[in-house]
């Protein structure tokens, strides 16, 4: 005798999809009774809506480019609260979660409208500014990485739980949100990079809205899903708003959007229409993590070469290290001998060839004491050396292209913090351009010597090399030790000797008495040997050792003993 079938339990109905999407769309606030009425409200537009919402991207193009520009944090925020682009953004995910083909091409025309009129709108009110300059802000949104991504999810996680419950319990919810997936400030940078033809930054910043964006689209399609959107019967709520909406346009869009569905409703397309975020986040991925990757190589590297410099037997005085593009630069400064130099600087090299895979550029310096380093002060602080020139042109020519890298340089320089550049010296290797710049300001960091070289590069169509030699803007004294004084002073004296716009102000104390005195000696001799070699010091007695680089001429005293270098001390 055969047992009966078994009766589905309750239990397993519980397990049901649709029962799991009821009970999690009850525990977010958005039974079934509410999607209809939720899709309902996203597909009715009128033209007061549409009003606010140009008028709100508009108020947040400007305040998002003019805070970029001058680099307020908090002027770029307010542009992320005031700018309504998650809307349309959040719209679509809902239009492919639903099948609604009314709902995605409609929000998608926004979506592309509203990135065209931010992107070119930015641009032209960059080309308006009297100033160009690259600084933390716009740089801080041209290198997005995976981990940009994964945060954009979890942003896109708390939007759409602010679009499934609408209303004053979420308003902190969706504020929070506006400012952690930014979407109008990374059109802006891009904007920028197009005003001001810096290609990278325009590319990187438009990157990183797509990363948002694709973020926002994917977890809000899924989202809406896992709580039970794609049951709700758009074919009505379509049908009843487009007879509500009169006029070409209104024809148009349902024309159109009955192509689509017929897409939609193909054997595919409801697989179609799900898998179409993730191909987006395929497209993004490849490039995100190949920048995550880099990032993870320069921090590795940055720090296992910072434990071998601090590793070194010698007694370390001051190192320098730069890591980035797949390139390592190590200065060393050390209390020693010639010979201890060169055992570091093999040792170094060895350690840094082992832990980052590339040729490094190591220089080991070994002083015995300040005056020693006044001696070796030419070869202690210089430039990267310039490559040999590239064959002899016509002179016309040749002034031609001087003239199209310096105003190129100029356009792209950062003055405000660095000051103008007093003199660009260029040469040129095979492909590569090398561009010296002496400047009366503070030094270029790494992240934005390179940003300018690849600006650069961009714009004169071939690689570019670029040094700085930054003249100290303000006055150095001994406070922080005679080493670091004569270590800053030297470097900056040889580079503004040829230059008659930089005068140098400087002042000695008077004498000192007994072992102090002989102290003093030593090192006024090494400070006034290398004021000999600038042509424009003025010398006046004063409490201690300043000097001051001008950019006007030094206030004549009555009494201004000559810059004579030092004699040596009898035996």
Same mark, same amino acid.
């Given at each position: ?75 770029? $925020? =307010?542009?992320? /609260? +005031?700018? !309504? #682009? ?5 719209? @679509? %995910?809902? *239009? ?82 506006? $400012? =952690?997936?930014? /979407? +109008?400030? !990374? #059109? ?5 990079? @197009? %005003?001001? *033809? ?87 991925? +490849? ?285």
């Amino acid at each position: 005798m055969s047992s009966p079938l078994p009766i589905p339990s309750d239990d397993t109905q519980a397990l049901s999809p649709t029962r799991l999407q009821d009970r999690l769309g009850a525990l977010l606030g958005c039974g079934p009774t509410a999607r209809e009425p939720l899709v309902a409200t996203m597909m009715r537009r009128d033209a007061r809506e549409a009003t606010s919402y140009w008028f709100q991207l508009i108020v947040a193009v400007g305040i998002a480019t003019l805070g970029l520009v001058l680099g307020s944090t908090a002027v770029v $925020i =307010g542009a992320m /609260l +005031v700018a !309504p #682009l998650m809307g349309p953004i959040v719209h @679509l %995910g809902m *239009g492919l979660a639903t099948g609604s083909p009314y709902l995605v091409l409609r929000s998608g025309i926004r979506v592309a409208l509203s990135i065209a009129f931010a992107t070119c709108s930015s641009a032209l009110l960059t080309l308006l500014l009297p100033f160009h300059e690259l600084n933390a802000e716009i740089l801080a949104r041209t290198s997005p990485t995976a981990l940009d991504l994964l945060t954009a999810g979890f942003c896109a996680l708390a939007g759409v739980y602010s679009a499934l419950r609408p209303g004053s319990d979420t308003a902190t919810t969706a504020a929070g949100t506006s $400012i =952690g997936i930014s /979407l +109008v400030p !990374p #059109l802006c940078a891009s904007g920028y990079g @197009l %005003g001001t *033809g810096a290609w990278p930054v325009a590319g990187g910043a438009a990157l990183l809205f797509l990363t948002n964006m694709v973020a926002i689209v994917l977890v809000a399609t899924v989202a809406f899903i896992a709580v039970g959107f794609n049951r709700v019967n758009v074919a009505q709520i379509e049908r009843a708003e487009f007879l509500q909406r009169e006029g070409a346009q209104g024809r148009i869009t349902w024309a159109i959007s009955r192509r689509l569905q017929q897409l939609f409703e193909a054997r595919w397309g409801h697989w179609l229409r799900v898998l179409m975020p993730f191909m987006l986040l395929a497209i993004v991925y +490849v490039p995100l993590r190949r920048a995550l990757d880099e990032v993870a190589w320069e921090i590795r590297v940055r720090n296992s070469v910072q434990a071998a410099v601090e590793s070194l037997p010698q007694r370390v005085m001051e190192s320098r290290v730069r890591v980035g593009r797949r390139e390592v630069e190590v200065l060393v400064i050390l209390l020693g001998k010639n010979a201890d130099a060169e055992a570091a600087r093999s040792l170094l090299d060895g350690q840094i060839r082992q832990i980052s895979g590339v040729t490094p550029r190591v220089e080991v310096f070994a002083v015995a004491d300040a005056t020693a380093l006044a001696g070796i002060e030419s070869i202690l602080y210089k430039p990267p050396p310039l490559p040999p020139p590239a064959p002899p042109s016509p002179a016309e020519t040749l002034d031609s292209s001087r003239t199209f890298v310096r105003t190129a340089l100029e356009r792209a320089w950062p003055a405000r913090a660095s000051g103008a550049p007093l003199t660009i010296d260029m040469g040129a290797s095979g492909t590569t351009l090398a561009v010296r710049v002496v400047h009366l300001g503070q030094g270029l960091d790494a992240p934005g010597r390179e940003a300018l070289e690849r600006s650069l590069t961009a714009e004169l169509g071939r690689p570019v090399s670029l040094s700085s030699v930054a003249l100290p803007p303000s006055e150095l004294t001994r406070v922080e030790g005679e080493l670091r004084f004569i270590a800053e002073l030297a470097p900056a004296l040889r580079a503004s000797a040829s230059i008659v716009e930089v005068s140098v102000c400087a002042e000695h104390p008077p004498a000192g008495t007994g072992r102090r005195r002989a102290d003093d000696e030593a090192f006024a001799g090494a400070v006034r040997a290398l004021l000999a070699e600038h042509p424009r010091v003025t010398l006046t007695p004063g409490t201690d050792w300043r000097v001051r680089f001008s950019l006007v001429p030094c206030p004549s005293a009555d009494e201004s003993p000559p810059v004579e270098a030092a004699s040596p001390a009898p035996p």
